[in-house]
């Protein structure tokens, strides 16, 4: 099997296990389930699958990761900690075909922050891919009713998952930003401990 054919089927799991994550998201609101306790516990699970696997080199490059702990720090914030709460959170009042459809547009809002933190330069197709993608996020928030947008009579799910886009886009493009020596399974381990530990004070 080659390299392409399996980075193709790679994809198409990762599209599924997105898809179910806004399902799953969907179903604990029906139970009843607090959306940052459910997060906090699904990256519980996370932090120990790749505890074994990570325990070692977070030893070796604990002083990179120390002077790298800022720009780590907001990157677990604006990704483990708001996009994932937000999105179970906003599951609670709009539906999940609203919110796929919604999340399907944060790659131009990548381009966006990329251009407004000056990460990369944007052309004009990029700018407007932005405008059309926006336009189409006040097709799906308004349900193309002209007057929800003229009352301003939003669905809150909507409204909160809009946050959620562009708390991981601006993620995204701060992952550009820096180029970092760790491993992915490591990277993620650290985000995934400063995330864990803010959670904990939260929660409990």
């Known amino acids: 099997m080659s390299k392409n054919t399996i980075a193709y089927i790679l994809l198409i799991f990762t ?6 994550n806004f399902i799953i998201g969907k179903t604990a609101s029906l139970f009843e389930i607090p959306p940052f306790t459910l997060n ?4 519980l ?11 070692s080199e977070i030893f070796q490059k604990r002083n990179y990761i120390l002077e790298n702990i800022k720009l780590i720090t907001i990157l677990g914030i604006t990704s483990i900690t708001i996009f ?17 459809l919604m999340i399907s547009t944060i790659p131009v809002m990548i381009i966006f922050f990329c251009w407004v933190f000056k990460i990369e330069k944007t052309n004009l197709y990029q700018i407007l891919g932005v405008i ?11 349900k193309a009713d002209l007057g929800i947008l003229l009352n301003l009579n939003f669905n809150k799910g909507d409204l909160w998952m809009v946050v959620a886009m562009f ?21 993620y381990k650290q985000l995934l401990q400063l995330v864990l530990f803010s959670y904990y004070l939260l929660i409990f």
């Open 167 to 187: 708390s991981w886009a601006i993620y995204s493009a701060l992952l550009r930003k820096k180029k970092f020596e760790l491993s992915t399974s490591l990277f």
């Open 132 to 142: 059309f993608s926006l336009f189409g996020v006040i097709v799906i928030i308004t």
């Open 45 to 55: 699970c996370a932090w120990l699958i790749l505890a074994p696997f990570t325990l």
């Open 84 to 100: 994932n709460s937000i999105v179970y959170y906003s599951l609670n009042f709009t539906q999940v075909i609203s919110g796929v």
């Open 40 to 43: 906090f516990y699904r990256w």
């Open 15 to 20: 599209t599924l296990f997105w898809a179910g």
